[in-house]
């Protein structure tokens, strides 16, 4: 099954703040994912904060990714100021999992 790479933008003035109110429902949220989850993690900046998200699945296609991507309550809060979807190739260090 392909995977696809979830690239997020945090909203640059109250991202991180609507971030820290909606952190418990995301990660219950990317738990409930079980296997189609392959890793997650957040961007930061200079000083460590939280300024976005980058989360890696398996989906039959990039319209059952968005599907996916569209219930983060990161991305329902407001979190984001941009959300991008691209097809993504695991080519080093892969898993054994990975095709």
């Known amino acids: 099954m392909p995977l696809f790479a979830i690239i997020c933008t945090d909203k640059p003035e109250e991202g991180l703040a609507l971030r820290k109110a909606n952190r418990e429902k995301h990660l219950s949220w990317l738990d409930s994912l079980g296997d189609t989850l392959k890793a997650a993690g957040p961007f930061t900046?200079?000083?460590?904060?939280?300024?976005?998200?980058?989360?890696?699945?398996?989906?039959?296609?990039?319209?059952?990714?968005?599907?996916?991507?569209?219930?983060?309550?990161?991305?329902?809060?407001?979190v984001f100021e941009h959300v991008e979807i691209r097809p993504w190739k695991w080519l080093l260090k892969k898993p054994e999992w990975v095709e």
């Open 45 to 78: 900046d200079d000083e460590g904060n939280p300024s976005g998200s980058l989360i890696i699945i398996e989906a039959d296609s990039r319209e059952a990714a968005e599907a996916l991507a569209s219930q983060d309550p990161y991305r329902q809060g407001g």
